[in-house]
Nanobody, 116 residues
Framework: QARLVESGGGLVQTGGSLRLSCAGSALLFGAHGMGWYRHAPGKEREFIARLARGGETHYAESVKGRFAISRDGTQNTVYLQMNNLQPEDTAVYYC??????????WGQGTQVTVSS
């Protein structure tokens, strides 16, 4: 099914780490690739990371070197490992199918809050 379920968010101190999970359809992951996005209060939803069908990854400059996107062996879960978190990373994080643009329904997202 196309439904996406994000999890793993929480409250963390500056410099801490979290790993987000996104459960969805392995078929759709394989067909479209996957992207992570975030939506902070007062800002537009922004692209964070993508994992293409061939395994290529791409990151927004703001998270490059700190975040890593990956996919599990069963290929129906995609992860976002977030290290050295900063207060400006506070947002609701979403995943979606597609790499150039989101092509599926949005899930409920998972809240990440980084305290200073």
């Amino acid at each position: 099914q196309a439904r996406l379920v994000e999890s793993g968010g929480g409250l963390v101190q500056t410099g801490g780490s979290l790993r987000l999970s996104c459960a969805g359809s392995a078929l759709l992951f394989g067909a479209h690739g996957m992207g992570w996005y975030r939506h902070a209060p007062g800002k537009e939803r922004e692209f964070i990371a993508r994992l293409a069908r061939g395994g290529e990854t791409h990151y927004a400059e703001s998270v490059k070197g700190r975040f890593a996107i990956s996919r599990d062996g069963t290929q129906n879960t995609v992860y976002l490992q977030m290290n050295n978190l900063q207060p400006e990373d506070t947002a609701v994080y979403y995943c979606n199918y597609g790499t150039l643009r989101p092509v599926g329904p949005w899930g409920q997202g998972t809240q990440v809050t980084v305290s200073s």
